[in-house]
């Protein structure tokens, strides 16, 4: 696990079991959203002369994704016996 998510941020005992802690995106636009956004702010950047900017940059830092904690825990065997998230993304 900390070779894909890196360091967790603390490590606890979860009923009885030891649990990492990590911040990490785990929502977010998939590829071909990411594309279709990119494509429109170019077009609406020639289109405008980059008057489009005044608008778009601060909606995307509206809409931009959050943190969310997930807790990965391990049986006896060190091995993954569960992952969790919470439901409220943490601040960035």
């Keep these: ?3 894909e998510l890196g360091t967790p941020t ?3 005992k979860d009923w009885g079991e ?3 802690v990590y911040k990490i995106y785990t929502h977010g636009h998939g590829t071909g959203e990411r594309v279709a956004i990119a494509s429109g702010e170019v077009v609406a950047d ?3 002369l980059c008057l489009a900017e005044l608008f778009l940059t601060p909606a995307e830092i509206a ?3 959050s943190r969310y904690t997930v807790l990965v ?3 006896v065997d060190n091995k ?3 992952i969790r998230e919470s439901g409220n993304p943490t601040p960035n």
């Design 1 to 3: 696990m900390v070779a």
């Design 10 to 12: 603390e490590t606890l």
């Design 18 to 20: 030891s649990c990492d």
């Design 46 to 48: 020639i289109g405008t």
């Design 63 to 65: 809409t931009k994704t």
């Design 73 to 75: 825990c391990y049986g």
């Design 80 to 82: 993954v016996a569960s």
